[in-house]
C-alpha cells in the first residue's frame, strides 16, 4: 500500500471544487444565496451547521480555493487562545504585504469558550480575517452570541440516498483518489443498502465501504466481490430485509397505529422494522413527534414516556431498550387522544406570519409607558392570587384562540377552566 492509500478514502475523495460537491442544493444550488456568494466573491463570515459527513469542512475549503485566500485551519477542541492570536497576526501580515485574504477554518466551533471567541471578534470586524465555523451543534444555543451576529449561519442538511450513490460510485471508479486500482465488483444492492443506512452521513458510507474493500479476500476470478451482507457488516448495522418502499410503509402503518390506539398492530409494526435492521432510534423518534401530535394535552405524560424510551435507546441500547419502546408504545397507544396542539400551533404558526399589525401592548413592553387608554400598568399575576384578568395579545389579535381543549382526558377539565376565566366563547378564524 503507496503513502496515498493509507489516507482514509472520505479523505481522498473530498471534493475541491463546488463541481464535485454534492447535496446542499438549497444553499450552494444555482442561483441560491451561497453560490451567489462565492461567484461574485462576496464571501464574508459563516457558520455552517448540521449532522456530520455533509460537507460543512469540505466546502469551507472549496470556498477559500476558489477565492484565492489564504487558507487557516484550527479545531477548537485542542485550539487555545494564542493560536487564534498567532493566525490573525499571519493574516495581516498576508493582507499588508500581498493583499490576500485569510479566511480561518474552524471545526467544532462550538467548543470555543468565551475568550477564545471574544479573542477574533475585533479581527473579524475589521476584515483581518474572515470566518468559516462548522459544528453539527445549533450555533444559537451553542456559541456565543457575539460570534454569531457577525457570521451567516448556514444549515447543512442530510445527503440525499442519490447523491451517496454517486459518491460512491465515483470513488469505487476513480482510479486516482478512489479504489479504481482495485479489481472490485460491488453489487447494485450493496451500493443502495449503503447509501440508505449510512443515513446522509458521505463519510461513513466512504469508511465501511473501504473497510469492506479492504477486508475482503480477491475471490478465484481475482476480483474483490462485495454483496450488502459484507457492507452491512462494515457498516456495524444489519440489512435491511425489506426494500425501501415496504420500509416506508412499514413505517406509515405504524405512526397510523399509534393514533389510532391499536395497541396490536403499532408493536408489530414496530417490532417488524426493528426485526428488518432499521435503528431503534427512529421508532422512538416518531413516538416523541406523536405524543404531542396525537395526545397532547389529553395526557402530558405520553410525551415523558416517548423521550424516555428515546434515552433508552441511546443509554441502554439493544436489546435491554427494545423493553422500553414497547412500554412506551403501548402507553402511546392507550393514551386518550388529542389533536388540539397541531392545530393551535399551525394556527399560532400562520398567524405569526401573516399579522403585521401585532404591536405590544404597552404594558407587556420592556419599559411599560402609560397612555390615555389605561394600558400603561402592568398586573402582576402572583399578586392576584396567581391569575388576573389583563390583555396580553395585541388588539389585532385579542380574540384569537389557539388552544381549544378537546373532550378527551384531562383536557376535558381544562375547558372550563379555561374559558371561564376570560368568560367569552372562542371566536374561529
Known sequence: MDTRQRIPLAERMRPTSLEEFVGQEHIVGKNKLLYRAISTGTVGSCIFYGPPGT????LAGIIAKMLNANIEKLNAVSSGVSDAKAVIERARTQKQMFG??????LDECHRWSKSQSDCVLQAIEEGDIYFIGSTTENPYTSMTRAIVSRCSVFEFKKVSQNDVEKVLQRAISDKEKGLGDFKTQVDEDAVKFLAFACNGDVRTALNALELAVLSTSVGKDKVIHIDKTTVAECLNKRPLSIDESMYYDYLSAFCKSLRGSDTEAALYYAHRLIKAGIDPLIIARRMIAHASEDIGMADSNALLMAISALIACEKIGPPECYLNISHAIIYLCEAEKSNSVLKAMHMAMEDAENEREDIVPNHLKNHPSTNKDGHGKYKYP????????QQYMPDSLKDRVYYVPSENGRE??????????????????
Open 382 to 389: 402572583h399578586d392576584y392570587g396567581g391569575y388576573c384578568n
Open 100 to 105: 490576500t485574504d485569510t479566511y480561518l477554518l
Open 412 to 429: 376535558k377539565n381544562l375547558i372550563r377552566k379555561k374559558f371561564s376565566k376570560n368568560g367569552f366563547v372562542p371566536k374561529k378564524k
Open 55 to 58: 460537507g460543512k469542512t469540505t
